[in-house]
């Protein structure tokens, strides 16, 4: 099956810097993408760079004779699967509103015969205006999906509504209006945690780890650009969800385990969440005051084995499953000791003591049955493709 191709109109305004990370992800996630710039989009975009990171020509002019010798507006929004503007401006939501077609960009908006997709960008003030507004309404009528704006500080010093959605969640809601593409892992059903988890000492205060979820969330991402289906099973973290990915929220090791075993049966089980050890024997109901003593004790218990649990699994044992394992020093050791323990297939061994926490950084291992290899690279991406493809090659 070919990639799926969106035609990217690049509007006029600052956000359209965005754009171009967009390109980036669409071309990471396997979606091919063609580029029209506005003349106004050209003085924040320049050709070269959309196109290069495109990979393929950045059309302009509705007026080119060699294109239109070949009625290039009528080839180029029918050739795509769907039609993305971003940033979509106040004029051309006026011009598609309104049916008019004086440019390359508004021509191919009333040309096409595909979805189209709209991430507006503008100041607040022009976002609230009541002819934007009444153009909004018209456009969702006709059909017209919408992603943003969001709401922040904008480049006019002003804050509010207008701002461009970020461009991972304009790839998400691209992502959705495709639906799923085939890949190497088609069909598959893959199950990820990720995050820490947080056990409550009272209603107020509790015990979690440094985790940031950043790592469980790259591979869950490069999963589902593989064409898996990917449930992300997440502990409390300040990220969105990777498009196409269904993400299920949960806070303690109990509610992560519960999640886990009812996301069963599935193909593939990646535990990289930073589930706590031990939890308090008795939450507080009520916030714990500071008294006159200098002291206050607490008594801990384990928290179930989330891996452990399901790599013994009787009924639905996922024919690969995967644990981390976060350390400090002896890295081939200590996984070597907890792939025997849990009766996983492999363990990514992760070295933590570079302060890894947070950051796009990482080193990782991976212990398995066949011995002990060093990943290449050294980035929390670079470790999600390598899980990626070496789930791809145990499966088969």
């Known amino acids: ?35 029209v710039l506005t003349k106004a989009a050209e003085q924040f975009v320049t050709p ?4 290069a990171l495109s990979n393929d020509k950045v059309h302009q002019d509705l007026f080119d004779l060699t294109t239109e010798a070949e009625m290039g507006h009528i080839t180029l929004s029918r050739q795509a699967d769907l039609v993305v503007v971003a940033p979509a401006t106040a004029d051309l939501m006026a011009k598609l509103a309104h049916g008019q077609a004086n440019d ?43 992603v943003g704006p969001d709401e922040g500080d904008m480049a006019c010093g002003e804050f509010g509504l207008g701002r ?26 893959i199950v990820v945690t990720a995050g820490p988890t947080f056990e ?5 205060r509790g015990m979690t780890n440094r985790s940031s979820g950043r790592q469980g969330y790259a591979i869950a991402e490069a999963l589902a650009r593989k064409g898996a289906d990917v449930t992300l099973i997440s502990g409390p973290v300040a990220l969105p969800a990777p498009g196409g990915v269904r993400r299920i929220d949960v806070e303690t090791a109990d509610q992560m385990l519960e999640a886990s075993l009812n996301a069963l049966p599935c193909d593939v089980f990646v ?5 706590a050890d031990w939890r308090p024997k008795q939450a507080a109901t009520e916030k714990q005051k500071k008294g006159p003593d200098a002291e206050l004790s607490v008594t801990f218990v384990k928290n179930p084995d989330i891996l452990e649990t ?75 493709n390598f899980v990626a493809r070496y789930i791809h090659k145990r499966l088969g």
């Open 1 to 35: 099956m070919s990639e799926p191709r969106v035609l990217l109109i690049i509007g006029g305004g600052i956000a359209a810097y965005k754009s171009l990370e967009l390109i980036r992800l669409l071309r990471k996630g396997g979606i091919a993408v063609r580029v």
């Open 164 to 189: 461009m959605s970020e461009p991972d969640a304009i790839f998400g809601a691209i992502q959705s209006q495709l639906g799923p593409h085939k890949g190497p892992l088609n069909g598959r059903r």
């Open 310 to 384: 399901v790599s013994k699994h009787l009924d639905f044992r996922p024919k690969l499953v995967i644990g981390f394992a976060a350390e400090t020093s002896e890295l081939e050791a200590y996984a070597r000791a907890k792939l025997a323990s849990k009766g996983c297939d492999a363990i990514l061994a992760n070295d933590v003591s570079d302060d890894v926490f947070g950051s796009a950084k990482n080193q990782v291992s991976l212990a398995d049955l066949d011995g002990f290899t060093a990943i290449p690279g050294t980035t929390k991406a670079d470790v999600a």
């Open 104 to 146: 390359l960009a508004s021509t191919l908006l009333l040309a096409t015969d595909k979805k189209v997709l709209m991430a507006p960008a503008m100041n607040v003030r022009m976002w609230h205006h009541p002819a934007t507004q009444r153009n909004l309404e018209t456009l969702k009528r006709d059909g017209v999906e919408f």
């Open 271 to 275: 535990a990289v969440a930073a589930v």
């Open 200 to 204: 409550p000492l009272d209603p107020v």
């Open 48 to 51: 070269l760079t959309a196109g």
